[in-house]
């Protein structure tokens, strides 16, 4: 079955840009049905939503994180990214990849801890 | 654009049944029938009970169902149990094509 398992730093420095992957395994990111995207959580608080990418490419922000966030593909890994510049303390949460159909996140990671401190 | 308003918490006893409202506008949860509800334990992954308002993924239990009246979704879970003890999420699909959170209930079974 599908899975997705985020990777990257556990430990951003003030203003550095966080990277992010997730990698889809089971089941090809091309597909058309789905939305691929990335959802946050500070520690103790809610879920945040930060944004999503068709298969086609197009990409749907949080107003709120607009300027700083970018989602990309790379279909010949069957990867998606997140990228998120200029952090600071409030951007230190668990991220989740999850994909998105019938306006339902379906399927998530297990989430990665990311912490911003100097 | 702002999250969706939820209860802070919410209990019952073993055998009850609770609802949890989600609360937004006509931009948001009156406007689509985009909207989901999510079951979180500790330290675990969100995991999609409802979606589309009223419809269970395979696997869901029938103790949860999803109702929408206007600008307040619900989430009633029948029969609770020990197991339903949790943080529940509502979300919704916005008019920009974005989607918002609820703040999250936090679920006491007595």
């Known amino acids: 079955q599908l899975q997705l398992q985020e990777s990257g730093p556990g430990l951003v420095k003030p203003s550095e840009t966080l990277s992010l992957t997730c990698t889809v395994s089971?089941?090809?990111?091309?597909?058309?049905?789905?939305?691929w995207g990335w959802i946050r959580q500070p520690p103790g608080k809610g879920l945040e939503w930060i944004g999503h990418?068709?298969?086609?490419?197009?990409?749907y922000y949080n107003p709120s994180l607009k300027s700083r966030v970018t989602i990309s593909v790379d279909r010949s890994k069957n990867q998606f990214s997140l990228k998120l510049s200029s952090v600071t303390a409030a951007d230190t949460a668990v991220y989740y990849c999850?994909?998105?159909?019938?306006?339902?996140?379906?399927?998530w990671g297990q989430g990665t801890m990311v912490t911003v401190s100097s | 654009q702002s999250a969706l308003t939820q209860p802070a918490s919410v209990s019952g006893s073993p055998g009850q049944s609770i609802t949890i409202s989600c609360t937004g506008t006509s931009s948001d949860v009156g406007g689509y029938n985009y909207v989901s509800w999510y079951q979180q334990h500790p330290g675990k992954a969100p995991k999609l009970m409802i979606y589309?308002?009223?419809n269970r993924p395979s696997g869901v239990s029938n103790r949860f169902s999803g109702s929408k009246s206007g600008n307040t979704a619900s989430l009633t879970i029948s029969g609770l149990q020990a197991e339903d003890e949790a943080d529940y999420y509502c979300?919704?699909?916005?008019?920009?094509?974005?989607?918002?959170f609820g703040t999250g209930t936090k679920v006491t079974v007595l």
């Open positions: 089971g089941g090809s990111i091309s597909s058309s049905t789905y939305y």
């Open positions: 990418m068709y298969y086609s490419g197009s990409t």
């Open positions: 589309e308002v009223t």
């Open positions: 999850a994909r998105n159909s019938a306006g339902g996140f379906h399927i």
């Open positions: 979300s919704s699909l916005t008019s920009s094509t974005t989607y918002v």
